[in-house]
């Protein structure tokens, strides 16, 4: 779509909201609507929304939950159509669009939400939720960093202990004790491993490394995220709001040439073999033996906790941090959830206090008690790591200690993030199928940098 057209659909949709009545003030009408993607989170809210009720007479909250394709479908046809809810989660690759568009809320505005201290969660957190005019358009719900989930019975048969992981590292040239711990891990269909002689790359039983795919639709947060951030890379030359980007430096294409040159040398899937641009998880790959690792978010700590193999014997799962890179530390992307407001709802007063009592310490810690997320709190993720202890016996502080020991870095947060996808999912998938080299990277690099002339 032309800039021109984009422009053009964006006032268009700008209309409707206030046709619709979009900065509505309404009266209460007793039923708060409030929308969330991930089902795993659905009962853990549930006895939030029937705290809130409790201590609300006459306020009903309504959850709805949707998969995470048809959920930004459904919230943007009901910016337009006057069917978004009051409330809904909100993700930091989506929001600043939204706040563009002007279909959120500034929560300052609104008495309940307008005493939202920074210094309640963890650090970083609620800065990453203000616009460019400074106005906080969501309040911190969770967190999440990157680790990395292994088969503890695929270690066993390579005799790798453990422990071991914990202290890989990495480099570009070579691959470091990682990629030989990777190449180890990896088995052929006749039992040679990746580096053993006689490996055959083109038939690959267990790949050593899982793959999500190329990275293009979040930054390679699950995929080469980690090894950019710990090779010292941003991808924006201010974060927030940046306007300027680093994929032609270097050290971000050379970090790319060897990760996927992992898949070259059969340590890690193909494009193809995990189902091109629909490619299945690292828990579907571990779990049916197709890898021995995968670098994975939290998020996923209580399906992988869950994981089965084939006879419904519970694998034995483990949790290793990031691997350490050029820069003598691992890190991890730093990524956050937030609740916003629409301007659609009628009752934003009565929604505000529903956003406030979310991002409040009841809530947080009942969230926490749940072991399904990091709550944005302290003393939610505190009991967040205390429930997979103690009741699914995983050691979770791989990806806790990201934040304690300050290795995190930001998800890239900044404007026309709807172009910026459509232009970086095709460019890094041809990258990792070997169509392009890592050098047109610079190309695509010129091209989001385009995005930005008209309003500087």
């Known amino acids: ?15 409707l909201l206030t046709a619709c009545g979009g900065a509505g003030t309404g009266g209460t009408t007793g039923t708060i609507e409030y929308w969330l993607w991930d089902s795993g989170q659905q009962p853990g809210y549930q006895k939030c929304a029937d705290a809130f009720q409790q201590q609300n ?62 210094a309640d969660y963890q650090a970083g957190l609620a800065e990453l939720w203000k616009g460019q005019d400074g106005k906080r358009y969501g309040t911190p719900k969770d967190w999440d960093t990157i680790a990395m989930f292994y088969d503890r019975a695929a270690l066993r048969a390579a005799g790798i202990e453990p422990a071991t992981l914990e202290t890989l590292s990495w480099n570009p040239v070579d691959g470091g004790t ?29 790949y050593g490394l899982a793959s999500e795919g190329a990275g293009g639709g979040g930054w390679g947060q699950t995929q080469w995220s980690a090894f950019t951030g710990s090779a010292g890379w941003q991808a924006l030359d201010k974060n927030p709001w940046g306007t300027r980007f680093n994929l032609d430096q270097p050290v971000f294409q050379d970090t790319l040439r ?33 890898a021995a690792t995968g670098l994975s978010g939290s998020w996923m700590i209580s399906t992988f906790s869950k994981l089965t193999d084939s006879a419904g014997k519970k694998l034995d799962i483990g949790i290793a941090p990031t691997p350490i890179g050029p820069t003598g530390k691992r ?18 007063v009565d929604a505000a206090k529903w956003v406030k009592f979310l991002s409040g310490e009841q ?22 790591i205390a429930y997979n202890k103690a009741e699914r ?21 900044t404007t026309n993030a709807a172009d910026i996808l459509a232009l970086m999912r095709p460019r890094l998938d041809g990258v990792y199928i070997g169509s392009s080299p890592v050098s047109s990277l610079t190309e695509l690099n010129n091209q989001l940098n385009e995005l930005f002339k008209v309003t500087r």
């Open 1 to 15: 779509m032309s800039r021109n057209l984009r422009a053009t659909a964006a006032a268009l949709a700008l209309t």
């Open 57 to 118: 007479p006459g306020l009903r909250i309504r959850i709805s939950q949707y998969g995470w394709d048809d959920y930004w479908s459904k919230l943007t046809a009901g910016f337009i159509a006057d069917t978004a809810p009051d409330v809904f989660t909100d993700h930091l690759s989506k929001y600043a669009q939204f706040v563009d568009l002007k279909v959120l809320r500034p929560l300052d505005d609104l008495a309940p939400t307008a005493d939202v201290r920074d």
């Open 178 to 206: 990682f990629e030989k711990a990777i190449a180890h891990l990896t088995v052929d269909v006749n039992g040679v491993r990746g580096d053993e002689p006689g490996f055959d790359k083109s038939h690959v039983k267990t």
């Open 258 to 290: 060897w990760y996927f040159g992992l898949a070259q040398k059969g340590y890690m899937p193909s494009f193809a073999a995990i189902g091109g641009a629909n490619a299945i998880g690292t828990d579907k790959q571990i779990q049916s033996g197709i």
């Open 331 to 348: 890190a991890s992307m730093f990524n956050g959830l937030a609740d916003s407001i629409t301007t659609l709802s009628k009752q934003p």
């Open 363 to 384: 809530c947080q810690n009942i969230i926490g008690e749940s072991g399904v997320v990091f709550p944005a709190r302290p003393k939610g993720t505190e009991l967040a």
């Open 393 to 413: 016996d995983l050691d979770v502080t791989a990806f806790t200690d990201q934040v304690r020991d300050k290795t995190t870095f930001l998800f890239p947060v």
